[in-house]
Structure formats: structure tokens, C-alpha cells
């Protein structure tokens, strides 16, 4: 069996270098990108020595929101490795914890641009790379908001996750009995540097709030993402969601949250 690609868009850090690796140790080559070379080349050297069964990792960099650079984040994956067999928009912005007005101008365009402008551009270039070699799966990232629930300090994240949410069931449609299958990746909470970074920004005496929920409910990414790639290796069908926060686990977290003694945050020395 020929070895399988996978592309992952920002994937220099958090939830998508977690795919790389997942993917790596299962043998598959990965194309990893970002928006700058240093941390492109830094995340390559990072994963050296992951890759099973001679998978190895490339990296090139990528502003989603350009066209013409995600043309050539497809154009270096099929120079380095010839087919691309998985492709997941997983680049993109979240903004937590902030109201409408504590959203900046430049937080709200980062948000728009990266997770709704990226996976449609991501989309349209692997669609159209994956047409033209016969095959191919395209996942793209839902996150909070996405199932139309209003969650408190996610206006702006949320109305992009919904907009995403639209995208891909549109597209499912669009490309019904054509060899290219498209499918959706709900990741859940995960604990990544730019969650602990903005919760650094939250003011101390809202902290606890805020933290509380995401350690009952969160993740590491080593805990979510192989769970995810194994599910990704394995699907084969057209609209499949992968989910990892699915509604019973919630339901049995809630329930067990009075005798749990989960600490996520400590290893951030953060305290709710």
C-alpha cells in the first residue's frame, strides 16, 4: 500500500502539530505550515524522529487567507510527496473570554480571515488538486459556535465557527458523487499556547470563571489529537464528524465533577 500524505494547515504549534505528530507516528508523511519560515523550520526539526515506516515531515509557509500561498502549500506537498490524500483546515484564530466591544479591529479581521477566508481557500485548492488526481479527503475545523449555541466571550470566534459550519455542509452537497470526500473535525477544548496566553489576559478577578469550565471539559492536545487522526485514517465516507467533546462525555464530566480532582492548569501554573 503506497504511504498516505497529510496536509495540515497551521500546524507550527497547538492542535494542529499534534495532528503532525499523530500522523507521523502512524506512518504517514505530513506538510506542515505557518506564517512564518522560523517557525515552519522549527516545528520540521521539532518532529524529526516521529515519523514510522520512513513518514517523514516538510513544512513551507502559509498565510491561509492568501490564495496564491495556499496554492503553493498544495504545489510543495505534491513536489515532496506526489498525491495528497488528507487535507485539514485546521489554521485559524480564536478569541476567547471578550465582548463585542473588547474584540480589537485586528482580532476580528484575524478571526474572519484565518477561519472562514482560510478554509474556503483551503477548499477550493485541494478540491480542485484532488479532482485532477482522482481522490482525496478535506476536513474542516468546527469549534464553539458552530452548532448555533450562544456561549458568553465567543461572539466573534463563534459567528466564524458558524459561518465554517454552513461552508461544509454546502459543500458536502456540492461535491455529492464526486471521488472527493468531505468530512468535519470538532476537537474540543484543548489546553494550546494561545489559550494560555489569553488567559493571561483575563482579568484575575473574572479568571476563576472562566478557567473553571475549561478544566472540567478540557484537554491536552497529546490527549485529543491521536484519537482524531485515528479516526481520520479510518473514515471513508462523505460527511463524517468527527467529534472529540461529544455530548455524553460532557454529560459524564458534569457528573463526576464533584469528585474530580483534574487540574489542567497546573501545569501552566495558572490557578483558577
Known sequence: MAQKTAVVTGSTKGIGKGYAKA?????????ISGRSQDTVDAAVKDLEGEGKNGARA???VCEVSDAVEVQVLWDFAKQEFET?????????????GATLLQLTPDEIETMVQGNVIGTINGCQVAIRGMTAQGFGRIYNTYGAGSD???IPGMIGYGTTKSAVRYFTESLIKELKGRPIKVG????????????????KRVPPAVRPKVMKPINLLGDYVET???WIVDRVLADEKMGTHIKWLTTGKILRRLLMAPFSKRDLWARFDLTP
Open 58 to 60: 516538510a513544512g513551507v
Open 184 to 199: 468535519m473535525i470538532s476537537p474540543g477544548m484543548n489546553l494550546t499556547e494561545n489559550m494560555i496566553n489569553q488567559m
Open 84 to 96: 495528497v490524500d488528507i487535507w485539514i483546515n485546521n489554521a485559524g484564530f480564536a478569541r476567547s
Open 148 to 150: 448555533g449555541r450562544v
Open 23 to 31: 500522523f507521523l507516528n502512524r506512518g504517514v508523511n505530513v506538510v
Open 224 to 226: 485529543t489529537t491521536p
